[in-house]
């Protein structure tokens, strides 16, 4: 289970790169509905499963409920199991597809746009 969280904390740094690299350079963002979807809907909806299951199916199954692993009975494995479930829901299914539309929408600057080159190389456009 650390392992889970410690790739959950890789995820996490990778996800910031991304929002980075789109915010600087907007040429690099997905376009279309299918790769705006495979870039944000599908990781979301994989991290709410991951949630659900940390937090609502493995503790059902063990016999015990999250409050009861987590609180009245603390172990590493249930304390891992919570913030692995936590930090899916938090990050992976609301704040990280909630960035990703805010860098989507933000209109591109004018200065990172490539400048346009004249029509005729020799003979720049008159003015």
């Not at 996800?15 to 376009?31: C, E, G, K």
């Not at 409920?65 to 992976?92: C, K, N, R, T």
């Amino acid at each position: 289970m650390v392992a889970a969280v410690a790739l959950q904390a890789v995820g996490i740094v990778r996800s910031v790169v991304l929002l980075q690299r789109w915010r600087t350079h907007p040429r690099r963002r997905p376009h279309g509905t299918a790769r705006i979807g495979a870039r944000i809907a599908v990781p979301a909806l994989l991290n709410l499963l991951w949630g659900l299951t940390c937090l609502v199916i493995l503790p059902a199954a063990l016999g015990q409920s999250l409050w009861a692993a987590v609180i009245e009975q603390p172990s590493d494995i249930g304390l891992a199991v919570a913030a692995s479930g936590v930090l899916a829901v938090l990050w992976g299914a609301l704040a990280r597809p909630a960035l990703a539309v805010i860098t989507l929408r933000t209109a591109v600057a004018a200065a990172s746009l490539p400048a346009t080159a004249p029509a005729d190389p020799i003979r720049p456009a008159a003015r």
